[in-house]
């Protein structure tokens, strides 16, 4: 029954990408053939000729999404902490308004925060794309963190304060190790929204700051299956090799301290 079960996911989720990399070498593949039947390399040739515009709107986009993963981490650490060691009047409705973000339609959210960012001057700007990213996946963030904090009791800050840690040494050594599976979550969900968003960041960003998904979505809408193939490949690779990245250097930095 697992052998079956892993197969279908192996199938259900392998599929669309085989008819992603045939749509990329066969642009005239069509009905009623099941396979191909001219093969051509001009979409694969034409992304090395606009390697470098194709690689600034990669770069901004990785840039932006990884801005995003810290700010929010930064502003949900102590909220988190808080939410998850303590019990006080109106939490439900302090919780409910910093989850709001991820409940408002995001047409809504954006052209309200799109006037005042151009009122304070942030539409247009890197800094106003990161802003309302962070203010977006606020929530996913603040949840993972809370679950994180729930999953162990004070009693290990507690332990570290009494042997003399301060502050800094009790949350680097102590609370951000045992935070880590939470911080992977809530930071990979982050930083997949943050990357593939287009209308945030089209808004936004006003066409200046440029994105992938502002490269793609295009092309998406065009009659060029092929070139928007192998961008829609390199759209799926790129967060695949991150996570991967991520959990080697965390495999090892657990290996280091004999937890894995």
Do not use: Q
Request: hydrophobic share 55%; with cysteine.
């Amino acid at each position: 029954m697992k052998r079956l079960y892993f197969a279908f996911l192996v199938v259900f989720f392998g599929l669309p990408v085989v008819v992603l990399t045939l749509y990329a070498v066969a642009p005239g593949w069509t009905w009623p053939h099941l396979m191909p039947r001219n093969y051509s390399l001009r979409a694969l040739e034409y992304v090395w000729l606009h390697k470098g515009e194709i690689g600034t709107s990669i770069g901004s986009s990785l840039l932006y999404a990884g801005m995003t993963t810290v700010l929010s981490f930064a502003l949900c650490l102590i909220p988190a902490r808080h939410f998850a060691r303590r019990t006080f009047k109106g939490r439900a409705v302090l919780e409910a308004v910093l989850l709001a973000p991820a409940l408002v339609p995001v047409m809504t959210f954006a052209m309200g925060v799109h006037h005042v960012f151009i009122i304070t001057g942030l539409a247009d700007t890197m800094a106003g794309v990161v802003l309302v990213l962070t203010v977006f996946c606020y929530p996913y963030m603040l949840r993972a963190l809370v679950a994180g904090f729930s999953s162990f009791g004070p009693e290990y800050d507690m332990c570290a304060r009494n042997l003399g840690a301060g502050w800094w040494l009790r949350l680097t050594r102590v609370e951000l190790p045992l935070l880590a599976p939470a911080i992977i979550a809530g930071g990979s969900v982050v930083f997949l929204i943050a990357f593939s968003d287009y209308f945030l960041v089209f808004l936004i960003g006003g066409g200046v700051v440029p994105s992938f998904t502002g490269y793609l979505f295009p092309l998406l809408n065009s009659s060029d299956r092929s070139l928007a193939s192998v961008l829609a490949l390199v759209f799926l690779i790129l967060p695949v090799l991150l996570f991967l990245a991520v959990e080697l250097l965390i495999a090892r930095a657990y290996r280091k301290r004999g937890m894995y």
